[in-house]
């Protein structure tokens, strides 16, 4: 763990906290959409990636520039 985070365990009330270091902007995206296709799968809908673009029913649904894509309604 980084710098001092350890100190927590020693913590009446905070023993189960548990600090992890952030990740970049590319890596959250990367897991988000991993687990968007996983759980696509998962569910038996049609899901494919073009171009870093995760589709899920022919829907544009995450892309690892914007991350997710906004849908009107």
């Known amino acids: 763990m980084v710098g001092g985070a350890w100190k927590l365990s020693t913590i009446d009330g905070l023993k189960d906290v548990y600090i ?3 990740l970049s902007l590319e890596e959250r ?3 988000t959409k991993d687990r968007l296709l996983k759980l ?3 569910e038996g809908k049609e899901v494919r990636i073009a171009n870093g673009v995760l589709f899920v029913e022919g ?3 995450f892309t690892m ?3 997710y894509i906004p849908r009107d309604g």
């Open 29 to 31: 995206r990367r897991k």
């Open 65 to 67: 520039e914007r991350g």
């Open 20 to 22: 992890s270091p952030d």
């Open 40 to 42: 696509g799968t998962e």
């Open 59 to 61: 829907i544009e649904v």
